[in-house]
């Protein structure tokens, strides 16, 4: 249920952050530890086996690359542990993986995207994509059409015990992001509930079931002209990589409307452009009437 330090050397603190730890109980030193960690030793000493293995420790948020051995006899309850912190390497491999997470994810988006012509649908695919890629509750993406007073979710993705946004609201609605938005910053809450919010902001979110979010606004010659919500029903610790690949999926969901929009803007100018030129391939004639003698 606990061990106790008997011995260490400087390396032991130099690698853990712990001092002062000889004779003390790993419990009242680093309570956080989690109970792997002492089920692992008190099956190296109750089984004699040794025992080498990669773990991370919550209280110091470190890696190490552990050998545990039973000394003395087979009734012994003291364990030798050589450790080594490898938590350089562990972030390094957690940072290439969530790259290489990152790069799959959107060459996945570029590929859904690419062949889609309707603004909606492709509001409609990066939400859900975004969504079910993060295991979210809610993504939904925002436009604020310029000259109005309302906010419109033309698209969204909920998940299935969830109702969905879409509709247009009161631009008073999204009163609380008016500052960080207007200004392109992205807004960033882990926990509603933790105090940083006004009261106001708070219980409007909560009440609607938003607890923690990372929210991009897409501002566009100095305007806000829409932004990319996810959204979590329940407070949410959203990793390092999970904020710029949420702001990535906002940009290129803007770019692929704005090229949709301009594709068919183009096919209705080559429309009349056709309808023009199909008057003037048909004959046609000029008349003007004349009077007669009479002035008739």
């Not at 039973?70 to 003291?78: F, V």
């Not at 809450?189 to 219980?203: H, N």
């Not at 904020?243 to 080559?270: D, G, K, N």
Request: charged share 30%; glycine share 6%; proline share 5%.
């Amino acid at each position: 249920v606990d061990l106790r330090f008997a011995e260490v050397n400087p390396a032991f603190e130099r690698q853990t952050g712990l001092s002062n730890v000889v004779g003390r109980l790993v419990s009242e030193v680093a309570p956080g530890t989690e109970a792997e960690w002492i089920e692992t030793y008190g099956d190296v000493a109750r089984t004699g086996a040794a025992k080498r293995f990669e773990m991370q420790h919550a209280d110091t948020g470190r890696w190490y690359d552990i050998y545990a051995t039973r000394l003395s006899g087979p009734h012994s309850p003291r364990v030798s542990i050589v450790f080594r912190d490898i938590s350089a390497r562990k972030r390094a491999e957690e940072s290439e993986r969530e790259d290489q997470e990152r790069q799959a994810f959107l060459l996945t988006l570029s590929d859904v995207l690419r062949p889609l012509a309707d603004p909606l649908e492709i509001i409609g695919a990066a939400t859900r994509l975004l969504g079910i890629g993060l295991s979210a509750s809610r993504a939904y993406y925002a436009e604020w059409p310029p000259g109005t007073d309302h906010v419109d979710i033309r698209r969204d993705y909920a998940a299935s015990d969830l109702p969905s946004l879409v509709g247009r609201y009161p631009i008073e609605n999204f009163r609380y992001t008016d500052d960080r938005f207007r200004e392109g910053r992205t807004w960033v809450v882990e926990d509603a509930a933790d105090g940083t919010l006004p009261a106001a902001e708070r219980d409007y979110c909560l009440a609607h079931g938003v607890a923690a979010w990372i929210d991009v606004p897409l501002v566009k010659d100095g305007k806000l002209q829409a932004a990319l919500f996810l959204v979590q029903d329940a407070p949410r610790c959203w990793t390092a990589a999970e904020v710029p690949l949420v702001e990535e999926v906002a940009e290129r969901t803007w770019a692929a409307i704005e090229r949709a929009r301009v594709e068919e803007a183009l096919r209705e100018s080559e429309a009349n452009y056709r309808r023009l030129f199909q008057i003037m391939d048909e004959g046609y004639v000029i008349a003007e009437l004349i009077p007669d003698k009479d002035g008739r």
